[in-house]
């Protein structure tokens, strides 16, 4: 049997499944779903033969100027770097940090992660702290920080912001800012408010270590912020050095809560991924379909903000900061992890934190639900989770936890 009788029979036996959508021409839009559907199937099969010429048929029906399906079609079948998508990106780097701003503007998955991490940080802050210690899993261009640098100088205590230092094989896209410049930036905030701010940058186990050996002192509050997946932060990493860097936070506020210095603090962790939704999924072949489904919601919000005129702007977003996140192999990456393990149910003794009914209140205000298709929803068993759904499908999950000690 050849591969193109293989994949009429691939196809031919798929289910269908109602995805956030549009009016489409329905049988193009089916049949390419299908084919999607099974090149999650046959990939998890290690069918190379057949996913190569599933894959063709998928490019030849992908599109960045389509059906907001073609568009996911067209990043998950080609290579942007050697195409239309790439030519735009490429061209668009000149004008980069205007395109950042603009895709952050646009979407509120960045701005509700940031305003509920922030806002749950600064109810959970003891009057009595000196020092607010934020150690951030993945700092990039330092744009949640501005808003706390400011909240913090109005309460006249020292910020210290420390950013973790990975390996840049750690990650599966180029960084986008360099830490020296993301410095530079948050000092000339902090003089503008005239807040005492240090920022740094070190390697996890560094940090451990400098915790552990920490005795007496001023009285410093800890906070440990964990954002992955967020559309604007065009990259993501490794699922493992999530938790890993979740069980360095759940053990240095374990010892923080034993000195009588040092407070005790919280973990704030924004998901922009589908992988806590999907982690009881049975295989890889549903798990990589509630990746479709999660990656065509974001892409559709997206393509919504953005007038039809704007379609090139549009098009060199998402293969500036969502093209990077559309792959089988990094879905694949994450489906191992989480079948080992990676998530936050998995052998962390945490402890959920309520968010506070302010804190839901001003993020709806913020995203302005209604005729935009736009909801905020608490989740979690007290209430510790709040998330952001697109036509009722989550793009962003935040959450907020401490020690159980």
Known sequence: MNSESLLTDVVSVQSSLTLPGEDMEIDNQLGLFHLLKAYGEVFEKDQR?????????ISEKGSPVGKTLEHLAFYLSKDCEINQGGNLKQESL???????????????????????????ILEAIPNDVETIHIVDFDMGEGVQWPPMIEAIAHQHKTLKLTSIKWEEEDCNGAPLWRFEETKRRLYDQARAFGLKLKVEEMGIDDLVSEQKAKRGGRREWLIFNCMVGLPHMGRGR???????????AEELIAISANCSTIHKGIITFGDGEACEKLKNCSDFGSFFEGYLVHYKALLESLE????????EARIALECHFVAPYISSLAWFQRWKEIRGGCHLEAGLGLVGKRLSKEIFMEAREMVEEGENKY????????????????????????????NHS
Do not use: C
Not at 49 to 57: A, K, T
Not at 103 to 111: F, I, R, S
Not at 238 to 246: Q, V
């Open 49 to 57: 033969e057949l996913g190569q010429v599933i894959l063709r048929r």
């Open 94 to 120: 000149k004008n980069f940090k205007a395109a950042f701003q603009a895709l952050y503007q646009a979407l509120p998955d960045g701005k509700f992660a940031h305003f509920a991490a922030n806002s749950a």
């Open 238 to 248: 490794s699922r493992s050095l999530a938790m890993d860097f979740l069980r360095a």
């Open 304 to 311: 919504m903000n953005f007038p039809l005129h704007f379609t």
């Open 375 to 402: 909801r905020i929803k608490i989740e979690g068993h007290i209430g510790n989770e709040m998330v952001l759904e697109w036509k009722r499908n989550t793009t962003v999950r935040i959450s907020n936890w401490t």
